[in-house]
Every structure is written in structure tokens, then in C-alpha cells.
């Protein structure tokens, strides 16, 4: 069984495997780990001229089902509010955006599958 400092590891290397992805993609990367209440949003990029928010959702087996079905309505509720936070306070509410989620499967401790959803909710 996983225990806390595990998950936080394993979300951290799946964090760096999506920066080091997006950047591949020519991501310009202009955020991460943004804080507002009680949530978090991984990476905040610039896609060309749209503004990316990225969850990046990683697992190190399938055994409750791919990374990204963990992104519920209820995340995906929340993550809008913090995203809207971020548009007014750098006063960007204008900036046409969208909501990715990045998949992460690890193995042996490292990434061995990424899968980049755009728009994906």
C-alpha cells in the first residue's frame, strides 16, 4: 500500500514528465502548483495564444482505471473555480483558454506512458 510520501513523489515525477512534455511541444510554461482555498492547479502555460490549465493526473498501475478518469465533475468543478481566480487576478478574463489533463503512468519509478488531453472538459 502507498503511503503519503509515496502519492507526493509520484505526483511530482509525473508533474516534471508533463513540464518536460508540454516544453517538447513548445509549451511556454507560466505556472505551477497555483494555490487558491483548497485547490491546486499543476501547470499554467501558453499554447501559442490560448492559456493552458493542465491537470496532470499520474498512477503507477491501472488497477483503479487510467489516471485521467480520476479527473470527476467535482475536479473539474473546482479546477474552473481556480482558473477563474487566476484570469482576474492577472486580469486576463479576455485570454481565450482551455482545460487539459495530462496522464502519467509510471513504472520502475519513472514515466512510461504520457497522454495529453486537450480540452478536455
Not at 92 to 113: H, K, N, Q, T
Amino acid at each position: 500500500m502507498e503511503n503519503h510520501k509515496d502519492k507526493v513523489s509520484l505526483g511530482r515525477t509525473g508533474e516534471e514528465a508533463a513540464v518536460r512534455y508540454l516544453k517538447s511541444k513548445r509549451y511556454t510554461i507560466i505556472d505551477r502548483r497555483f494555490r487558491f482555498l483548497r485547490g491546486e492547479i499543476d501547470i499554467i502555460a501558453y499554447d501559442r495564444e490560448t492559456l493552458v490549465f493542465a491537470e496532470v493526473k499520474s498512477r503507477s498501475s491501472r488497477a483503479f482505471g487510467f489516471p485521467e478518469e480520476s479527473v470527476t465533475p467535482a475536479k473539474q468543478a473546482q479546477i474552473r473555480k481556480i482558473a477563474r481566480c487566476y484570469l482576474a487576478r492577472h486580469r486576463l478574463e479576455a485570454m481565450p483558454c482551455r482545460f487539459d489533463v495530462i496522464s502519467v503512468e509510471m513504472a520502475d519509478g519513472r514515466p512510461s506512458s504520457i497522454r495529453h488531453i486537450e480540452n478536455a472538459f
